[in-house]
């Protein structure tokens, strides 16, 4: 089995795991999601991707359909990326509005929320294969298309962007810097997904 597919089967297992640590309680999505799209839902579907949030397909009972996100990790993005959305969206870029983000504490832990309508789609990588070379050619320049009207977005500064589109670090140095001195954390990371520490170590030398 190549290594490539080896990896991504292990992450799979990885994520399974991961997420089969925790459960939103069903009062509380039915509460949210009441609360974001004014009707109740009547179908929810698990989906299992990214580490950092639990995630949801939700249909509702007037036929809406919504993307639930559940974060546990202390430092959710979601405020961040609803301005990063908001602002693409103004530049003609098409991406799913945010209904709703929120904070809830359950059982003594605080949960972050964010529900989005859902885009129609599908992700590039699952249609390259039934594709001739023109027609990939063609989504791949429309892609770039849109990447370049984000790239027109102002923002400030360095870094993880916040809620106003502000960067925590002053210069490109300061952050690199920064995350050369998380070296620990890029390690565990790797660690936890199956990536190669020694290509995390050989980036982190070629930024300094």
């Known amino acids: 089995m190549p290594e490539d597919q080896t990896q991504s089967q292990t992450y799979q297992e990885f994520l399974h795991e991961k997420h089969a640590q925790f459960q ?19 179908k929810k579907e698990r989906l299992f991707l990214g580490e ?12 809406q359909e919504v993307i ?15 301005w ?11 991406v799913p509005e945010v209904l709703l983000t929120d904070r809830v504490t359950v059982d003594g832990d605080e949960l972050a929320l964010c529900i989005q309508r859902k885009i129609e789609g599908q992700p590039l990588d699952s249609l390259a294969s039934t594709l001739n070379s023109d027609q990939l050619r063609n ?8 990447l370049a009207k984000i790239h027109s977005v102002p923002t400030v500064g360095f870094g993880e962007l916040d809620e106003n ?5 002053f210069s490109w140095d300061d952050y690199i810097f920064a995350l050369v001195d998380r070296e620990a954390v ?10 190669s520490q020694d290509k995390v170590h050989h980036a982190l030398n070629l930024l300094q």
């Open 24 to 42: 939103a309680p069903d009062e509380l999505i039915l509460k949210e999601v009441k609360k974001a799209s004014d009707s109740s839902p009547v």
């Open 139 to 146: 989504l791949i320049n429309k892609a770039g298309s849109m």
């Open 165 to 169: 589109g502000k960067g925590e670090y």
């Open 84 to 94: 990063a959305l908001d602002q693409s969206s103004a530049v003609g870029v098409p």
């Open 186 to 195: 890029l390690m565990e990371a790797a660690e936890r997904t199956s990536y």
């Open 52 to 63: 950092s949030s639990e995630v949801y397909a939700i249909q509702t009972e007037d036929g």
């Open 68 to 82: 639930m996100r559940i974060s546990r990790n202390g430092y959710p993005r979601f405020d961040a990326e609803r």
